[in-house]
């Protein structure tokens, strides 16, 4: 059992430190951010606005999965809502390549940065809610 705690902190902590890297990054230099990660700019065109207000969500992404590790009574509401968006994210870049935006190939691509952090925040929620039932339990 105490693998698996050690796997869910390393998958929340992944998520942390991608989700802070993107805040910093797409905030402090959305151009540089733009023109550096592969295919963004495949999905049109520089918007700075645009790119900062996603820096922002990322941030807020990057703050509930770090609090969630340190106060586990708030952890499923704070990693709960940030896998929805992570989540949401995924599944946009799945029906972009539906609706064909995009190649397939594009879902390679972007699994470390877009579904890997969804599945590892499902992983994650699902963890916590067991891990309060037992703790409900006992």
């Not at 946009?92 to 579904?115: N, Q």
């Amino acid at each position: 059992m105490k693998i698996l705690k050690y796997c869910i902190c390393a998958m929340v902590w992944f998520n942390v430190i991608l989700a802070a890297w993107l805040s910093i990054y797409m905030l402090y230099d959305p151009e540089g951010w733009y023109y550096f990660v592969p295919g963004v700019t495949d999905t049109g065109f520089f918007n700075q606005h645009f790119i900062r207000d996603i820096g922002i969500i990322q941030g807020f992404i990057a703050l509930a999965f770090a609090i969630g590790t340190f106060k586990p009574a708030r952890r499923i509401e704070l990693w709960a809502a940030s896998t929805l968006w992570l989540i949401a994210h995924a599944c946009f870049h799945l029906w972009e390549v539906a609706v064909g935006i995009c190649s397939a190939s594009v879902l390679l691509r972007d699994f470390p940065a877009v579904s890997l952090p969804a599945l590892f925040g499902i992983a994650a929620t699902v963890w916590a809610c067991a891990q309060s039932k037992m703790a409900k339990e006992a």
